[in-house]
């Protein structure tokens, strides 16, 4: 397993520990940090194994941060009806 595999799942791991812990904001400030960590890992993961891993660690990200994936449909959506 490479060291961008590695890192992948120790932000899965930190996304499932963060997600346990109360918040009063719902959980965005959690949210925030996890995307601006996880785009340049899912960039690595890429890089160093090839765009299907970087696929399956795109979708793993995309369904542990779904509402952020969902609001973003919605506002392209809102874009694009109007």
Avoid: F, H, K
């Avoid at 785009?39 to 194994?49: F, K, W």
């Avoid at 990200?61 to 874009?79: F, K, N």
Wanted: net charge positive; charged share 10%; with cysteine.
């Amino acid at each position: 397993m490479t060291l961008s595999l590695i890192l992948a799942c120790v932000w899965v791991v930190a996304a499932n520990l963060l997600a346990m812990i109360p918040a009063r904001d719902n959980y965005w400030r959690r949210a925030y940090i996890l995307i601006a960590v996880g785009i340049p890992l899912l960039g690595y993961v890429t890089y160093e194994n090839g765009p299907w891993w970087g696929l399956a660690v795109l979708i793993a990200a995309m369904s542990i941060l779904r509402w952020p994936v969902i609001y973003l449909g919605r506002w392209v959506r809102g874009l694009v009806g109007q």
